[in-house]
């Protein structure tokens, strides 16, 4: 049966079409009211970066990991530190762990696998719990690495192999470039390589606490790393020196600034100070996060959290309180 013809005038149906392009208009406005929120923030109060990523770039190309897997790279590397392992055991444990979770510390895997290498239990790697805690894992790795004759001149398929029995053992070939490019930076060859754009901002809930960075350093990287708190001033603006009773602005000296030598205690001449200084410098940036990092800063150079899509800058002013060559790591309030 044919439709009837309507029955409403040119007039009559003239309302109609007004209110349907006042709704697709009011809708309009909606979706972009909704864009411009989510815009900002995902970009960050004052115009901060829209993603959080670390980033490593050299000369000899660019790589960019979530903040989980560069905070967990930057453990394994620690690690290797702390038993004065070369980079290329570093390169050959980020590898592995690159093709076994893609630097997650997963709770999940093949049969009984685990961790950031996939370890398992059954296979006598330690309970799932130890695994799940990546300097047991990444120490465990390391255990099985330095037992193997000349492992730092075999091809790097080959010393991964040996640790971890995988049923494809050249996948982890694919890995080696970018394995290598991270190691340069995590070891501190590559100064100033690695930056992360995560935004920790001042007054967040329970802001960092400068013990729990301590005590990190000293798991991780071993207890010659000698980390202490040191009174440093205020900076102007930042909040910072806020009084934590009343809130009121002050320019006293604030106990937020962890500093670590860039050498280890008692034993100054050791080593490369300065890449000693950007190894640890750039730790702190990619565990910034989950420590609630405000400012790193070495040398002449600084990483702020809120301005961190910037990277490495110009430090403002010298650094107080502490020795020259200390990595100053100050939490967030």
């Given at each position: 049966m044919p439709k009837p013809p309507s029955t409403s005038t040119p007039d009559e149906r003239a309302p109609r079409k007004r209110g349907r392009a006042?709704?697709?208009?009011?809708?309009?406005?909606?979706?972009?009211?909704?864009?411009?929120?989510?815009?900002?923030?995902?970009?960050?109060?004052?115009g901060g970066p829209r993603r959080s990523e670390c980033t490593v770039t050299t000369e000899a190309g660019s790589l960019t990991l979530e903040l989980q897997q560069a905070a967990n790279a930057s453990t394994i590397a620690a690690v290797a530190t702390s038993r004065g392992l070369p980079e290329r055991a570093v390169t050959i444990a980020l590898a592995t762990s690159m093709q076994e979770s893609a630097l997650r510390n997963l709770d999940h895997g093949d049969r009984?696998?685990?961790?950031?290498f996939q370890q398992r239990p059954s296979q006598g790697w330690g309970t799932a719990a130890q695994i799940m805690d990546p300097v047991y894992s990444s120490n465990e790795f390391f255990d099985g690495l330095v037992k193997i004759p000349g492992y730092s001149r075999l091809p790097l398929t080959v010393a991964a192999q040996k640790v971890q029995k995988s049923g494809f053992p050249q996948a982890y070939a694919k890995h080696e470039a970018d394995a290598a490019l991270?190691?340069?930076?995590?070891?501190?060859?590559?100064?100033?390589a690695l930056t992360c754009t995560a935004r920790v901002a001042a007054g967040a809930a329970g802001g960092g606490d400068p013990a729990k960075v301590r005590a990190r350093l000293v798991r991780e990287f071993g207890a010659d790393v000698a980390p202490r708190t040191v009174e440093a001033p205020a900076d102007p603006g930042d909040g910072a020196g806020k009084d934590a009773k009343n809130g009121s602005g002050s320019t006293g000296p604030t106990r937020r600034t962890v500093a670590v030598p860039s050498a280890p205690a008692g034993n100054e001449a050791r080593g490369?100070?300065?890449?000693?200084?950007?190894?640890?410098?750039?730790?702190?940036?990619?565990?910034?996060?989950?420590?609630?990092?405000?400012?790193?800063s070495f040398g002449d150079r600084e990483w702020s959290?809120?301005?961190?899509?910037?990277?490495?800058?110009?430090?403002?002013?010298?650094?107080?309180?502490d020795a020259p060559g200390d990595v100053r790591i100050t939490v967030a309030q």
């Open positions: 006042a709704r697709l208009a009011t809708a309009g406005l909606v979706l972009l009211g909704v864009a411009g929120y989510a815009a900002h923030h995902l970009a960050g109060v004052g009984d696998s685990v961790g950031l991270l190691a340069g930076a995590l070891t501190g060859r590559h100064a100033g490369d100070r300065r890449r000693r200084g950007w190894e640890l410098a750039q730790w702190a940036v990619a565990h910034a996060h989950e420590l609630k990092v405000e400012k790193v959290a809120g301005a961190s899509d910037r990277g490495w800058t110009a430090a403002n002013s010298a650094a107080s309180g």
